[in-house]
């Protein structure tokens, strides 16, 4: 895939990012769905296939999840010239997804600690952690339907299903459960 980026694009990718900065409550991840439907539905700057091969490699690789960020400007500068230009577009990708959450975040941690006592700051933080379960379940549904996944692929969706249930329910290591999935898909079960 080849495309031409001018300034005001790599710009628009910059604002983008920062402006998704704010939203991610609950990490970068959250906001997976929109980067999709900004990067690939709207812009056609990146396939199906390249957004959820660049969230799934850097899930997979140690360190910290807002790598699949980094991967996600990497392709788009890569679909736009090369090297160079994935370089760019790691910078402008990361730079936009972590500066304005990192102040913001610092900002609102000084206040809350000033503020810890009073009802509506523990109201708020009570009231938070319902978006973050549907923005993660969004991304979910974005990832799993990208592929053409339909209800026809009931095992997938039973396998995710018993293993959200697992994870809710138990303290059984995620590591496990992916092994367990990665046999089931070995087999042909999935």
Do not use: C
Request: glycine fraction near 10%; aromatic fraction near 12%; hydrophobic fraction near 55%.
């Amino acid at each position: 895939m080849s495309i031409v980026l001018s300034t005001a694009d790599w710009f628009t990718m910059f604002v983008q990012f920062a402006a998704l900065s704010l939203l991610s409550v609950g990490g970068a991840i959250t906001t997976a769905p929109d980067m999709h439907r900004f990067l690939v539905d709207q812009q056609h700057w990146l396939t199906d296939e390249q957004f959820n091969a660049s969230i799934a490699i850097a899930q997979a690789a140690p360190g910290p999840n807002v790598l699949f960020v980094a991967l996600l400007g990497w392709n788009v500068g890569l679909n736009a010239g090369g090297m160079l230009t994935g370089f760019l577009g790691v910078l402008l990708s990361l730079a936009g997804i972590l500066i304005p959450s990192t102040v913001l975040t610092y900002a609102a941690a000084q206040w809350g600690y000033r503020n810890r006592e009073l009802r509506w700051v523990r109201a708020f933080k009570q009231g938070m952690a319902p978006i973050v379960v549907a923005l993660l379940i969004a991304t979910g549904w974005i990832l799993a339907s990208a592929n053409g996944s339909s209800l026809r692929d009931w095992p997938v969706w039973l396998v995710t299903a018993v293993t959200a249930l697992i994870v809710w329910r138990t303290r059984t290591h995620l590591l496990w459960l992916l092994g367990a999935g990665a046999l089931l898909g070995w087999y042909g079960l999935v």
